[in-house]
């Protein structure tokens, strides 16, 4: 990939417009991420922070909420010292009425004072840290507003939920390309920043040993799980209009997906990698009735429960959801991706809320060996799998078959382990901090593009359509369980099961691994 130094692209500088600068996801996520590249000198020196928002702040109230999110949210400690007065140097606060042009050309001359006072060539950064629905209106008054012109770089940085479905997409999506082109617009989707999802193109590309097994004749299928043991906590009026299928099939799922399934880009540009992307997502087979639709589609809703010795209310008892609610709060499918590669292996996926443990795990199963043949014939032999663990622990094990220690030709599976956090630990980067400091480069690989924004909208919108008109309801599942029992069917037809995720493995597995297991 064709790239500046980084110290090059540290040293051209840029004002970053943190918009919703006072919610949830800033303290959380952003200024914690942008600590974290200053201390790693990814920022460099040639920077400024505006945090827009409505409610009034003084520019020292607005330094101290940055200090208070760095504290009890960041990887790196935020000493007072000279260190944290030349980083909240940078930070300054605005009140500004999104819906106010004047107020965008207010903020134009706070800006042109900051790129004089600390050399910054034009170059602006704008996150819309805001509701969706607000997307379009923010951009038009940064245009209005004389916020464009600048002479340097812009680019526009925006969250999920990027629609409600592809026809809303798309209009907000025409509203964005009337100010911004298309290489000036980065969609986050913040699992594409994760370490994990990211090794994925180098676990499958840098070694000889797994492509040319990477295909049908080797796989037999690929399970991918996202599960959470929270509820909606205080999330219930927005999760009840969104539900787990627009909430994490459509974006994050599809992802991870898609970088399983992918081919292998002719070049490793971020317009080439997004391009096997595209393809492998217009490759995954549709859902032409509702019974296609039944058949392939578990849809479930969390009920009273235990979890960890607690009692969980159900999802109906939440804050905000009305009691009559078929809100999915859990989605499992088998998915078909229709190519030469991957014709006739299934990818089992499955998300949920109230479920006994918080992972996300992707399971490559390999082909067994043929049945009644060498060990075969003596003893049932477990298949070999690859596991790439996404979230909380970060890390990969393969597991094999080999010989129990003995006279006897017993054979039990062996896991060997690499654990990413546990080497690297607390300091390993937030998936915030990747993609806050690729926009910052123009490096659109870990970003969604509108096709393949487009796509996924197309393959979810039926699914969504078929739930809509009644024709089915979730099935309930007890907090703390693994979802509705329909699941474990979506497997065991075709002779499979779930594999278990974070660790939970089964008794007479041999770890060798350097997590000390």
Same mark, same amino acid.
């Given at each position: ?20 600068? !006072?919610?949830? +996801? ?48 960041? /990887? ?16 300054? @606060? ?12 207010? +903020?134009?001359?706070? !800006?042109?004072?900051?790129?004089t006072r600390y050399q910054i060539p034009g170059n602006r950064l704008f996150y819309l ?13 940064? /245009?209005?507003?004389?916020?464009? #012109? ?10 999920k939920p990027f629609g409600y479905d592809y026809p809303s997409a798309e209009r907000l ?65 927005? @999760?009840? *209009? ?5 909430? &994490? ?6 992802? &991870?997906?898609? &970088? ?5 880009? %002719? ?10 992307? $595209? ?33 969980? *209310? ?67 032999? /477990?298949?070999?799998?690859? $596991? ?25 599976? $062996?896991?060997?382990?690499?654990c990413q956090s546990c080497q690297i630990g607390i300091n390993t980067p937030e998936a ?5 400091? #690729? ?11 509108? #096709?393949? +924004? ?13 739930? *809509?008109?009644?024709? %089915? ?20 037809? #075709? ?23």
């Amino acid at each position: 990939m064709n790239e500046k130094s980084l110290e090059a692209l540290a040293a051209e500088g840029a004002v970053y417009f943190i918009f919703g600068a !006072t919610g949830d +996801l800033a303290r959380r996520k952003l200024f914690p991420a942008l600590y974290s590249l200053y201390r790693e000198g990814k920022l460099g020196e040639r920077f400024a922070v505006v945090g827009l928002a409505r409610r009034p702040r003084t520019h020292e109230q607005f330094k101290d909420d940055v200090l208070e999110s760095i504290r009890e949210f960041c /990887r790196y400690k935020a000493e007072e010292g000279q260190a944290w007065r030349s980083f909240a140097d940078r930070f300054s @606060y605005q009140s500004l009425d999104i819906g106010n042009v004047e107020g965008m050309r207010q +903020l134009k001359a706070y !800006t042109e004072e900051l790129e004089t006072r600390y050399q910054i060539p034009g170059n602006r950064l704008f996150y819309l840290a805001l509701a969706p629905e607000l997307f379009g209106t923010v951009s038009r008054n940064l /245009r209005d507003g004389g916020m464009l #012109d600048s002479g340097g770089w812009h680019r526009l940085v925006i969250e999920k939920p990027f629609g409600y479905d592809y026809p809303s997409a798309e209009r907000l999506n025409e509203e964005i390309r009337h100010v911004f082109q298309e290489n000036e617009v980065f969609r986050i989707d913040h699992y594409l920043g994760k370490e994990m999802v990211q090794n994925i193109e180098v676990l499958r590309f840098a070694n000889a040993m797994f492509e040319p097994l990477w295909n049908n004749n080797s796989i037999a299928n690929v399970q991918i799980t996202l599960s959470e043991t929270v509820g909606v906590e205080e999330r219930g009026a927005y @999760y009840n *209009k969104s539900g787990a299928l627009r909430d &994490m099939v459509q974006n994050h799922m599809l992802q &991870m997906l898609t &970088m399983i399934a992918m081919e292998p880009p %002719s070049r490793l540009e971020s317009e080439d990698i997004r391009d096997e992307k $595209v393809k492998a997502l217009r490759s995954i087979r549709g859902f032409d009735s509702e019974e296609e639709i039944r058949k392939r589609i578990v849809r479930g809703q969390y009920a009273e429960g235990i979890s960890r010795g607690q009692e969980i *209310k159900g999802y109906r008892q939440e804050e905000s959801v009305p009691s009559d609610s078929n809100t999915e709060t859990f989605f499992a499918a088998r998915l078909y991706v229709d190519n030469f590669r991957w014709a006739g292996v299934p990818f089992y996926v499955r998300t949920g809320k109230r479920l006994p443990v918080k992972s996300t795990e992707i399971v490559i199963e390999f082909k067994n060996v043929p049945n009644r043949v060498l060990f075969a014939s003596k003893q049932e032999l /477990r298949p070999n799998l690859l $596991v790439i663990r996404v979230n909380p622990m970060e890390g990969i094990y393969i597991k094999i078959n080999a010989k129990k220690p003995g006279n006897d030709m017993t054979v039990q599976p $062996v896991a060997m382990e690499f654990c990413q956090s546990c080497q690297i630990g607390i300091n390993t980067p937030e998936a915030y901090e990747r993609l806050i400091y #690729d926009a910052s480069r123009g490096d659109h690989t870990y970003f969604t593009r509108w #096709d393949e +924004l487009a796509v996924a909208w197309k393959l979810v919108d039926p699914i969504a359509a078929a739930w *809509k008109s009644g024709t %089915s309801e979730p099935i309930f599942y007890p907090a703390g369980s693994w979802g509705p029992e329909e699941a474990d069917r979506l497997l065991e037809e #075709d002779g499979f099961f779930w594999w278990p995720v974070n660790g939970q493995e089964e008794d007479n597995v041999i770890w060798v691994s350097n997590a000390g297991k």
